[in-house]
């Protein structure tokens, strides 16, 4: 049994009480439910989550019994005001766990603004990390050969549904040179993919249903994306997540990198700009941007 092997698995591990536990759920497959998750599903006083009919059929599937007023609404329509009413069970020394409908919570889910406000009350928000779609497609888009010598990428999630607006939001991706992560739904897939045409020749991972029986991986040149999804009725559906890969750096400019990135692990970033320039005759103005963007923090 699953839940057998949670409880030997994770029983022996302190959950503090009036803690908030943020639960990732499987974003397909109900096997990729952690046993650390199934646990403490078990044990806590009330689950939060997105859509209770959907969070209790999902537990019920896993043989975890909850009744009605155990489960709490909390979807970006009441996140805020519904946040209170956890804050005050977790005062009164309950566990409360956090899911969404699939996935880790507060990444392009509810539960951000949640977890803020615990966090502002001075309560324990806990993490009990699983299933991501941008992590798995990533971890299948390839993109190590392509020139991403630091691994940074961009999250992007859902661009704008208003055609003019995502225009400006593609003009914006097509100078990034670092990975990008895009979600999307399937009735907007291929509005998407016509603007992403703009982009030409630049490879786009794209993903489709991820972990469940149909998935679909593919890597094709943003311009191509609309003829891909033609070339089949059924790729037109389910979630999408896109990842773009870094924009090819020339060989000269990664040696200037390479050199820009071992002086600023010792010097001020300034000083580290300033050399870097005199050991290569790159323009100091556009080491000063490259800079920049290696001293920000990895997603």
């Not at 001075?122 to 390839?142: N, Q």
């Not at 897939?189 to 982009?199: K, Q, S, V, W």
């Not at 300033?274 to 100091?284: D, N, Q, V, Y």
């Amino acid at each position: 049994m699953a839940l057998d092997a949670a409880h030997a698995a994770a029983a022996s591990q302190h959950y503090p009480l009036g803690a908030l536990y943020v639960v990732a759920t499987p974003i397909g497959n109900l096997a990729d439910i952690s046993l650390r998750a199934l646990h403490v599903l078990t044990v806590v006083d009330c689950v939060a989550c997105e859509d209770t009919r959907h969070t209790q059929s999902l537990l019920r599937a896993y043989g975890v019994d909850k009744a009605a007023h155990q489960l709490l609404a909390l979807h970006q329509h009441n996140e805020a005001q519904n946040a209170q009413l956890v804050i005050e069970r977790l005062r009164l020394g309950q566990r409360i766990a956090y899911v969404s409908d699939a996935g880790t919570p507060a990444i392009s889910d509810p539960g951000a603004r949640l977890v803020a406000a615990v966090r502002a009350q001075g309560l324990v928000a806990l993490a009990l990390p699983g299933a991501s779609s941008v992590t798995a497609a990533l971890s299948v888009a390839g993109i190590a050969a392509d020139q991403a010598d630091s691994g940074q990428f961009v999250f992007a999630g859902f661009l704008s549904p208003k055609a003019t607006v995502r225009a400006s939001e593609v003009a914006a991706l097509a100078r990034e040179p670092r990975a990008v992560v895009l979600l999307e739904a399937p009735h907007r897939i291929e509005a998407l993919a016509a603007a992403l045409a703009a982009l030409g020749d630049r490879p786009v991972t794209i993903s489709r249903e991820l972990t469940k029986q149909f998935e679909e991986t593919a890597t094709v040149h943003a311009g191509a994306m609309t003829a891909w999804l033609q070339e089949q009725p059924n790729r037109t559906r389910g979630e999408f997540v896109l990842v773009l890969h870094p924009i090819a750096v020339p060989a000269d400019a990664a040696s200037e990198q390479r050199v820009l990135a071992l002086l600023l692990a010792e010097l001020p970033l300034k000083t580290a700009v300033k050399l870097t320039a005199e050991i290569t005759g790159a323009p100091r103005n556009a080491l000063y941007e490259t800079a920049l963007a290696l001293r920000r923090p990895t997603p």
